[in-house]
Antibody, heavy 121, light 112 residues
Framework: QVQLQESGPGLVKPSETLSLTCTVS????????WSWIRQPPGKGLEWIAY???????NYNPSLKSRVTISIDTSKNQFSLKLNSVTAADTAVYYC???????????????WGQGTLVTVSS | DIVMTQSPLSLPVTPGEPASISCRSS???????????LEWYLQKPGKSPQLLIL???NRAAGVPDRFSGSGSGTDFTLEISRVEAEDVGVYYC?????????FGQGTKLEIK
């Protein structure tokens, strides 16, 4: 059974860079798309970006200028970097896997438990 | 961007009674394959979201058959035939048609 685990600092200072890693266990990152999604406290879900195991990426246009997503197939991990953070970036950050459905759709079938990142001085 | 709009945003339900959530998209989610690329997720309190429905009406593995999805194009509905206490949480629709994924605002289901 595939499991995802987010890791990284829980506190980041304003204007600095938020860095998170998602470690995949019980399966391989190869063959799939992988996403980062975030949820500000008490609010809804916001998709941030996805990456294919081949390295192709796609970003939320509202965050694109500040976000980089990368993947390391040798470590079975993928990562998120968000620079120039402000208090508005305080959220629970989730990593998730896109299922390869035979119909050509890619639903988010497996999620990490999420990690709270607070932006504060 | 495809804007997803859910209603209602709050849904109090008596156990054993049915429940219905609407999701509308600003553009058709009908793919050239003939499938609607619309998903439903449930986020139980304190938990990560979980996939309930894909392709508008296909239940994900392990999802009870009291959950059903319907609709096509821009109008979709999630129905729960008989609500149970374990169904409380926030339900989100999400479009999977565009690479830029977008979610609805969420509908909070609570037990009366």
């Amino acid at each position: 059974q595939v499991q995802l685990q987010e890791s990284g600092p829980g506190l980041v200072k304003p204007s600095e860079t938020l860095s998170l890693t998602c470690t995949v266990s019980g399966g391989s990152v190869s063959g799939y798309y992988w996403s980062w999604i975030r949820q500000p406290p008490g609010k809804g879900l916001e998709w941030i970006a996805y990456i294919h195991y081949t390295g192709s990426t796609n970003y939320n246009p509202s965050l694109k200028s500040r976000v980089t997503i990368s993947i390391d197939t040798s470590k079975n991990q993928f990562s998120l970097k968000l620079n120039s953070v402000t208090a508005a970036d305080t959220a629970v950050y989730y990593c998730a896997r896109h299922e390869n459905h035979r119909s050509g759709t890619y639903p988010l079938d497996c999620w990490g438990q999420g990690t709270l990142v607070t932006v504060s001085s | 961007d495809i804007v997803m709009t859910q209603s209602p945003l709050s849904l109090p339900v008596t156990p054993g009674e049915p429940a219905s959530i609407s999701c509308r998209s600003s553009q058709s989610l009908l793919h050239r394959s003939g499938h609607n690329f619309l998903e439903w997720y449930l986020q139980k309190p304190g938990k990560s979201p979980q996939l309930l429905i894909l392709l508008g009406s296909n239940r994900a593995a392990g999802v009870p058959d009291r959950f059903s999805g319907s609709g096509s194009g821009t109008d979709f509905t999630l129905e729960i035939s008989r609500v149970e206490a374990e169904d409380v949480g926030v339900y989100y629709c999400m479009q999977g048609l565009q690479s830029f994924r977008t979610f609805g605002q969420g509908t909070k289901l609570e037990i009366k």
